[in-house]
């Protein structure tokens, strides 16, 4: 009992602090609003600015605004003028680089005549200098000696009468079977005119004349003259020999009454069969590798003192009717074909000394054999 009365006793008293409290905030809340309005009185807004006032204000910007506009047009105009001033130093650049130009243009043509007559003037060799190359090329062509010739074969001959003769295969590429080309010289070594002079050959199964040769019809003391004929051959594998006869007529006192016939036989050697043709190094080395020139024959020749390899490399191609393929210091190859053919190899080597070796491979055993023979006696055919 004494517990609920002390709990009634708490329950009246915080009842009475609650109305106390809520008294107190009506107070507050009455004072506020009477102090309200006077608070009001104290902080009222200015006056507001009158229309005019307003469109002044809009229609012109502040002064610090209207500054800085004035600032960036000022810089504007400024970036102009440096951009035009730049651009005037180019043109003025340009046009400088131009006017120079051609003045240089003009000074070149102004000196072009003076130093060409100055160029010809140093051109012009003088006496001294052309007495050195005289002598220089005299001392070249005493060390290369006289030029390279191969003899020509004897044909026939007497006391008033020289007849030498050079057989070639015809380079004619057109003709179906090429014909072998016979030059006859014909030298009067006697005191009396020869007229005329003829030469006839004589058909036979393995050669028959395709071209006789036309006659001379004068030929004086000391004079050489040619003729000409065209032969075509059946067999390439050996040399071939052809009957002939060769007629002159000495006019003058105490010349032979009757004419003068002098019988012969023309020997056409295997060389003669050969036609000198260009091959590329590959093909050349494919040609003896596939054992497309089965047959092989060589020879070994001593060579003129002070001769060189070269040199009797292009006797060797002379003789031979051969054409260079490839060639180095002391080797060579060269290579040709027959009238019917036939593949000719052939394979030159400087050796110590003045020997030399000759290795050719054909693709016929007897003409190989042949022509092994014809490179044997090459020092019997340098004139």
């Known amino acids: 009992d004494d517990d609920e009365a002390e709990g009634g006793g708490k329950k009246k008293s915080s009842k009475k602090k609650d109305q106390a409290d809520s008294a107190d905030i009506a107070d507050l809340l009455d004072v506020g609003s009477d102090q309200a309005p006077a608070a009001a ?33 000022e810089t504007d105009r400024k970036k102009e003028k440096k951009r035009d001033k730049e651009e005037k130093k180019k043109k003025e650049k340009k046009s400088k680089k ?18 060409s007559k100055k160029d010809k003037k140093d051109k012009k060799p003088s006496k001294s200098d052309k007495k050195d190359s005289s002598k220089s090329s005299r ?42 080309v016979v030059t006859v010289a014909v030298s009067n070594a006697g005191s009396y005119v020869l007229q005329p002079v003829s030469i006839n050959v004589t058909s036979s199964m393995n050669v028959r004349v395709t071209s006789p040769a ?7 003391p000391g ?7 065209e032969l075509a051959v059946s067999s390439v594998s050996k040399p071939l020999k052809v009957k002939c006869q060769l007629k002159y007529e000495a006019v003058g006192e105490g010349a032979p009454a009757a004419p003068v016939t002098l019988q012969t036989e023309l020997l056409l050697p295997c060389s003669a069969f050969l036609q000198p043709k260009d091959m590329p190094a590959d093909e050349f080395n494919s040609l003896i590798a596939n054992n497309q020139v089965p047959h092989q024959s060589s020879a070994v020749i001593e060579g003129a003192e002070g001769r060189s390899f070269k040199q009797t490399l292009q006797l060797l191609s002379m003789l031979l009717n051969l054409r260079m393929v490839h060639g180095m210091d002391n080797a060579a190859s060269l290579y040709a074909v027959t009238l019917q053919g036939h593949h000719v190899a052939v394979l030159a080597k400087g050796k110590s000394g003045n020997m030399f070796s000759v290795d050719l491979r054909c693709s016929d055993e007897a003409l190989c054999q042949q022509l092994c023979n014809e490179v044997s006696g090459l020092p019997l055919f340098i004139a």
Request: charged share 40%; glycine share 2%; hydrophobic share 25%.
């Open 41 to 73: 009185t104290k902080s009222e807004p200015a006056a507001a600015p009158a229309t005019d006032d307003l469109d002044e204000l809009f229609a012109s910007p502040p002064a610090a605004q209207k500054k800085q506009d004035d600032e960036e047009e």
């Open 98 to 115: 131009v006017e120079e130009s051609e003045e240089e243009e003009e000074e070149e043509e102004e000196e072009r005549p003076k130093k």
């Open 139 to 180: 001392k070249d062509k005493d060390r290369e000696g006289p030029p390279l010739k191969i003899k020509p074969r004897t044909l026939t001959g007497d006391s008033l009468l020289k007849a030498t003769y050079q057989a070639k295969a015809s380079m004619d590429g057109s003709a179906k079977a090429p014909p072998v």
């Open 214 to 220: 036309q006659e001379l019809q004068s030929l004086s």
């Open 223 to 229: 004079a050489t003259a040619e003729m000409r004929m």
